[in-house]
């Protein structure tokens, strides 16, 4: 009988984890955009790359700044109006048996900034757009390399 009470207790407890992760906001994307080694701010309208942030510090500043934890997934309002797009690179995951990779940046993100607070999330190889609304300060906070 207390195998039976246990195994209820594990269940209850998975069902419950399981129901907070469908609150998806964008604090998942905390670390994986910090592992980004190169990112390149594009305006709207245009192809060229105005800056590139590759600094350690100019990352992890840029990453802070976004205020992932405040994201909420929602939905773009009709006639949004892009700034520019934030493109994050880099190298691939060293495997078993390397010691070293090339080199070579790879993108990996792309994030898109638009005038009202809102950004639209892409990943590199998987085919979906995320789309959240974010706090002033963190709008703010990525028009500003666009200045």
């Not at 590139?52 to 802070?64: H, L, M, P, W």
């Not at 607070?117 to 300060?137: L, N, R, T």
Request: proline residues 2%; charged residues 25%; contains cysteine.
């Amino acid at each position: 009988m207390k195998k039976v009470w246990i195994l209820a207790a594990v269940m209850m407890i998975a069902l419950l984890c399981g129901c907070q992760a469908n609150e998806d906001t964008g604090a998942d994307y905390r670390d994986d955009f910090s592992k980004a080694q190169e990112i390149a701010v594009v305006p709207a309208g245009t192809s060229e790359v105005t800056k590139i942030i590759s600094s350690g510090e100019d990352i992890e500043a840029f990453v802070s700044g976004m205020d992932i934890e405040s994201w909420k997934l929602a939905k773009l309002p009709e006639g949004a109006v892009e700034v520019g797009t934030f493109g994050l690179s880099q190298e691939k995951t060293i495997k078993l048996g390397q010691t070293d990779t090339d080199g070579t940046l790879y993108d990996v993100a792309t994030i898109t900034l638009y005038e009202e607070p809102y950004i639209a999330v892409e990943i590199v190889g998987v085919d979906m757009d995320m789309m959240f609304q974010v706090s002033e300060g963190a709008a703010d906070h990525l028009k500003g390399y666009f200045e």
